[in-house]
């Protein structure tokens, strides 16, 4: 097994390892307790101590090892690295040790001979080998270079393995393509570009499957220990990245010797509606729950812990929905506690109204709810706009009783115009939770779990809106919401089926991404119009305030992460309709 070809060690260090008399520091440290250590010794070279395979075949052994400390471990051990400690490519040519107080003796660059056991530090395939129970240790020299291994993506596992607790250096083009986490210090790098969900641009079947196990080689997550990151956004351009490849949470993570410092970003602008146009936007909160909705009563099944977060919540969204200006919003993952004063829909209300812009309502259907779930769908609209004509709408049919939640839908009239439209709001069945069996399994075809779900809403929903359209007079329709499929999947390719244009592919072009999932980009929040609707669109975009930018920091804009996914924007002139409908 062969590492890229542009993998090379620098070994020029690697003599100062042999302890010979010409180098005079060799004896300058004490031993440890359990007797004299010489510099000179016989040692067992580190790479034998790795071997070919995830685990040591040495577990258990005691071991004298020689080897230059690379990085010390908060407090836990070190990095020890023997450059050149043997010929093949396919064993790592360093450990771990396990000792928090010798970690305190000890630094970067100095050579170190050391005695104990070899052990598999975790559980599973990815343990991290390690010298534990030091029982003897000696100082042999200082001030080494430290060694690096020039490596480049993709990498696969026993590549990883092969490269486990060495130092490496990413000299390539690489993207920071997971920044979910930055607040930790951790960010998924990746190489190509921004890796994509595969499903996103190509159809679902078995090869599907197979490029999505591909797509994590070409990535590598990253820990930096610093407390001050400097916030990157997905996509940024990073380059010249140093660590030790080590692990963490049973997974090869690179440790990083500095914070990851990525080519300037600007953050996304968003053009106001023009004069006449309606503005629409369907948006997924990330669970606005309000608690008791008097500033107690958190933690709640989900969303804020606690009030100051619920607060620091609304902020965000607010800022979000100020910046859109939109007149109608359709929003998903709503707190399902009806519309009474103290209800989350009333709280986001008040944000709305508190937004600057017109005077702002609620569709309130006469069941009181939108389904049984914890989580549903709303309409918010305002009334200086348009005004709603006829009853609110749930559709509970079968696929809506236990699956995926119901939609609402509501017909407006536009003030200006007098034009009618349709509006329907879903948030269709997610990929969590699989069964162990059936249709609604993972058929690994890159759709995942209740994929037959899905496309069974989907086409309920396009069946229930022409027939509500025709029995409200108008062929003007619009389905929003987050459909929890990515976009070459069977659900989109439902409602495209069924006569729905699919309006930000039309509008804005291909790619696109609404989410970022494991470091991969795709779409799962849509805006699809009927045939009749789509003279009047006149702009359609998703907005990348949040899936592409961190949680649990100060970022340039107030507005930024206030969900994990995108708000898709629609604008409408719709005095270039047909005023027959």
Known sequence: MKLPATLRVTVAIASALLCTGLLTSCDQSDSGSAGVIQCNAETTPIAAIQGDQYTSTMVGSEVLIRGIITRLQSGTGFYIEQPGSDKSRASSNALFVEDPDLSHKVSAGQVLVLSGQVSELGKARNTLTAITGVSRHKLCDEGIDLPQTLVELPLNSRQREALESMRIILDQQLISSDVYNLYRGEVTL??????????????????????????????????????????????TEVSYTTGIMGNKGGRPVLLLEQPLIGKPFSSPTL????????????????????????????????????????????????????????????????????????????????????????????????SGRVGEDVITVGLFYRADTMTPTGPAH?????????????PLAQVFQDNLTGQRFLVAVNHLKSKGS??????????????????????????????????????????HVLILG????????????????????????????????????????????????????????????????????????????????????DPVIVDLDLSQLDTSN
């Open 482 to 565: 987050d459909m929890n499929a990515w976009r070459k999947e069977d659900p989109i390719r439902t409602f495209k089926s069924q006569g729905f244009a699919e309006l930000v592919e039309q509008f804005a072009g291909l790619p696109q991404h609404s989410y970022i999932y494991w470091g991969a980009a795709g779409t799962l929040d849509y805006a699809f119009a009927s045939t009749a609707l789509l003279p009047a669109v006149s702009h359609a975009e998703i907005w990348h305030i949040n899936s592409d930018w961190p949680q649990g920091m100060d970022l340039p804009d107030p507005w930024l992460r206030s969900s994990d996914h």
């Open 190 to 235: 990746s190489a190509k570009g921004g890796l994509r969900v595969f499903t996103e641009d190509n159809q679902p079947g078995p090869a599907a499957a197979q490029a999505a196990k591909k797509n994590w080689k070409w990535t590598l997550r990253t820990v930096s220990s610093e407390p001050n990151q400097p916030v990157l956004r997905y996509g």
């Open 434 to 475: 699989c069964p162990d069996s059936g249709e609604n399994s993972d058929q690994h075809d890159g759709q995942s779990c209740w994929n037959p779900a899905r496309v069974a809403a989907a086409k309920a929903v396009s069946d229930w809106v022409k027939e509500l359209a025709v029995k409200s007079g108008t062929n």
């Open 394 to 406: 749930i559709l509970d049919s079968a696929p809506f009783r236990k699956i995926s939640r119901q």
């Open 271 to 366: 053009a106001p509606p023009q004069k006449g146009n309606i503005r629409l936007a369907s948006f997924n909160l990330l669970n606005f729950f309000n608690g008791d909705g008097r500033g107690d009563g958190f933690p709640t099944q989900r969303g804020a812990t606690n009030h100051d977060d619920f607060l620091a919540q609304s902020g965000r969204i607010r800022s979000a929905i100020s910046h859109i200006e939109p007149h109608l919003l359709a929003v998903q993952e709503l707190e399902n506690d009806g519309f009474g004063p103290r209800s989350a829909a009333r709280s986001l209300l008040s944000l709305l109204n508190k937004s600057g812009h017109g005077s702002w309502t609620v569709i309130e259907p006469s």
